[in-house]
């Protein structure tokens, strides 16, 4: 549950004004997006309506069986991911500061492409109004490669997407929220998570969706670290899950009364100010493909010319000890 954790901490903590490496933290709620630890799980064997590789209807006894309570869609979500062999996902995130009023006082919008092939080759893309940042596993090496600086560290990868999301954190600043990363790497779903509740069935650009909330934290929780003390607030979490695939199409999470510095402007006259209010982020998958044909080359770091290596911590780290 530790990565869980995580994962619920990292968007919130993450400043508005902080560089590239912290927003990515953000994009994974998700993908890109969220804690001091996270949890994730996988898919199953229904495709998404509007995104499967067939047209067949899924059998009338689907419906007679389908679940009726929160928890158990959530769990149902877990399966389905669980049982994906492959997943291609696209996504927009929002990250969102409300002032006590509800007005939105900063709004930052990203995007990311994730694909993932059991059992531990990944590719992420992410695409923030700062920069990129481009992730690899292919099965050997776990690579980051940042734009801007044309610089990549590679390290030794993990054996399945459990690992990978340990890697992905502790490499790459990049955490997995209650989304389809948590989902395609967990099993079960996180003790932090209570008050599960089904809001009723619903539809989401015309896909008949099941709408399910939840909270995290409902007492917020005090962790004790290396760089002091840390609060993880009470979040409330909102899920719109497809009725026949059991796939997410969104993931919203509302994390109030909480004081951010949000900056304004840029360079000479860029001002920070602490604002007080609701800190929201949305996660919304824009395509996914489950059990998506991908070419082996797409998980493999190709650097470009020029491109520099970067030593790891480990690595300089060695390098002092000897």
Known sequence: MNQLQGCLTRPYSSNFHRSGARLCRTLLLACAVLLTGGTVAQAQNPKAAGHTKSDKQPPVQAVVTQPQSGTAILLKT?????????????ANVDTLMLNTTGQTVKHIGSSSVMKLQRPNKLSLFFQTPIGSRRIYSDGKDFTVYDATPNQYM????????????????????VAAGLDPLFFLSQTALPRELTGIKLKGPGTYNGHPVYIVTGVTNATPVVVKNAKGTMTIPTSYWTWWIDRSSYLLYKVETMTPNIVKPVSFGSGASRTVQNIKGTLVLRHTITELKPDADIPAEEFVFKPLPNTTRRQTTQEVLNKKGK
Request: aromatic content about 6%; overall charge neutral.
């Open 154 to 173: 590679s390290v030794p990868t993990a054996g399945n997407v459990t690992g990978l999301l340990k890697l992905l954190l502790t490499n790459a600043d």
């Open 78 to 90: 877990i399966q389905s991911y669980q049982s994906l062999n492959s997943y291609v996902g696209q």
